[in-house]
């Protein structure tokens, strides 16, 4: 009779849980204030590590995205789940994940960071999840009227086997840290956990995130489309359990933490554009059908277009820090505000384009 409370959403629960608290233990750990995982900061990241943009601050191969894809490999093979497909308008998703990652790091930060950064007391998160949830009704209102982007095809083994391959070569890199690659001595990409705990969570969290579907905007179209709480119900279980962990912890009773707007890490209180950015990353992340996370899992499980759209957040990490588009903690980039603004036409365009008529 037990196995009949081992639900999904039990464990989905369970999963979003232990995903928050690591979340919060990875900054102990060494990783950044507010960003114990923060997956369009870490592919931005990954991209000044190879050199692609050259913001000091901000490069370090991030061994939990390799996780992330090595974890979510395993369990799709394990459970026979690696089905190698893709060949659906690659094009659209490659710069739909770029304008995602634009809109990111307008806020600093994807999907998942604004909970944790609200976990740890930092109010602009507020206005980044309201974003979030405009961008996703927005795109929900496209999917209503039959927005898709064409079938997928079957494609051939060596195609899906690309992006597992390619983290299992970054993580090579990131093991013997050849010369060539870049690595921050100051600001967020000098801060990192221990290589192998980082990597020990990525592949659990990969794991659980490929058995579970774990989307954090997923969650809130779910909810607006087809009144389904079952993805929501992770988001709020991570919530919960970062910010139960970082009382746990004191980072609250220590002053690494305080609640407010004003001086939070690596943070700025530029209350338009967070939520604009984020409501580009809403509505993109909603047309692509997954956030970052989502998108980094179904690449690992043999979804070319996946794979395509995480080499679109690598571009829009580089075009965002060589052009003046990210953010800092004194406001959004000098040219961060017309590029939303750019991206959330691109996105409507398409939106329209793609509907079923």
């Given at each position: 009779?037990?196995?009949?409370?081992?639900?999904?959403r039990?464990?989905?629960i369970?999963?979003?849980?232990?995903?928050?608290?690591l979340?919060?233990l990875?900054?102990?750990?060494?990783?950044?204030a507010?960003?114990?995982?923060?997956?369009?900061?870490?592919?931005?990241?990954?991209?000044?590590?190879l050199?692609?943009?050259?913001?000091?601050?901000?490069?370090?191969?991030?061994?939990e995205?390799?996780g992330?894809?090595?974890?979510?490999?395993?369990?799709?093979?394990?459970?026979?789940?690696?089905?190698?497909?893709?060949?659906s308008?690659?094009?659209?998703?490659?710069?739909?994940?770029?304008?995602?990652?634009?809109g990111?790091?307008?806020?600093?930060?994807c999907?998942?960071?604004?909970?944790?950064?609200l976990?740890?007391?930092?109010?602009?998160?507020?206005?980044a999840?309201a974003?979030?949830?405009?961008?996703?009704f927005?795109?929900?209102?496209?999917?209503?009227?039959?927005?898709?982007?064409?079938r997928?095809?079957?494609?051939?083994r060596?195609?899906?086997?690309?992006?597992?391959?390619?983290?299992?070569?970054?993580?090579?890199?990131?093991?013997?840290?050849?010369h060539?690659?870049?690595?921050?001595?100051?600001?967020p990409?000098?801060?990192?956990?221990?290589?192998?705990?980082?990597?020990?969570?990525?592949?659990?969290?990969?794991?659980?995130?490929?058995?579970?579907?774990?989307?954090?905007?997923?969650?809130?179209?779910d909810?607006m489309?087809?009144?389904?709480?079952?993805?929501?119900?992770?988001?709020?279980?991570?919530?919960?359990?970062?910010?139960?962990?970082?009382?746990?912890?004191?980072?609250?009773?220590?002053?690494?933490?305080?609640?407010?707007?004003?001086?939070?890490?690596?943070a700025?209180?530029?209350?338009?554009?967070n939520?604009?950015?984020?409501?580009?990353?809403g509505?993109?992340?909603?047309?692509?059908?997954g956030c970052?996370?989502?998108?980094?899992?179904?690449?690992?499980?043999?979804?070319?277009?996946?794979?395509?759209?995480?080499?679109?957040?690598?571009?829009?990490?580089?075009?965002?820090?060589?052009?003046?588009?990210?953010?800092?903690?004194?406001?959004p980039?000098?040219?961060?505000?017309?590029?939303?603004?750019?991206?959330?036409?691109?996105?409507?365009?398409?939106?329209f384009?793609?509907?079923e008529?």
């Amino acid at each position: 009779m037990a196995h009949q409370y081992w639900t999904p959403r039990v464990w989905i629960i369970l999963g979003g849980v232990a995903f928050g608290v690591l979340a919060s233990l990875l900054t102990k750990w060494g990783n950044p204030a507010n960003m114990g995982i923060c997956v369009a900061c870490f592919y931005r990241d990954i991209t000044g590590g190879l050199g692609l943009h050259r913001a000091s601050v901000v490069q370090y191969l991030r061994p939990e995205i390799m996780g992330f894809v090595l974890g979510a490999f395993i369990s799709a093979s394990a459970f026979k789940e690696f089905r190698p497909r893709g060949g659906s308008s690659p094009i659209i998703r490659f710069l739909l994940g770029a304008f995602f990652m634009i809109g990111a790091l307008v806020f600093l930060g994807c999907p998942i960071r604004a909970l944790i950064r609200l976990a740890g007391g930092d109010l602009n998160g507020i206005p980044a999840l309201a974003g979030v949830v405009v961008g996703a009704f927005i795109g929900i209102q496209f999917l209503k009227k039959g927005y898709n982007l064409g079938r997928t095809r079957i494609v051939s083994r060596a195609s899906a086997w690309m992006m597992p391959l390619f983290m299992v070569a970054l993580l090579i890199l990131i093991i013997f840290k050849p010369h060539f690659l870049f690595f921050s001595e100051k600001g967020p990409g000098s801060m990192y956990a221990p290589l192998i705990l980082s990597l020990l969570v990525g592949l659990f969290v990969g794991f659980v995130a490929q058995k579970t579907r774990m989307c954090f905007v997923g969650g809130w179209r779910d909810i607006m489309l087809v009144r389904d709480f079952y993805l929501f119900s992770g988001i709020a279980a991570f919530f919960f359990g970062a910010i139960i962990c970082n009382y746990v912890l004191g980072n609250f009773v220590s002053g690494l933490y305080h609640w407010g707007f004003e001086n939070q890490p690596v943070a700025h209180t530029s209350h338009l554009w967070n939520f604009l950015g984020m409501a580009l990353a809403g509505l993109s992340a909603t047309l692509l059908g997954g956030c970052p996370l989502r998108q980094t899992i179904l690449s690992s499980e043999g979804d070319t277009d996946a794979g395509i759209t995480v080499f679109g957040f690598i571009m829009g990490a580089g075009f965002s820090h060589n052009f003046l588009l990210a953010s800092s903690p004194k406001g959004p980039g000098a040219f961060g505000p017309a590029a939303v603004i750019i991206g959330l036409v691109f996105c409507l365009v398409i939106g329209f384009l793609m509907m079923e008529r």
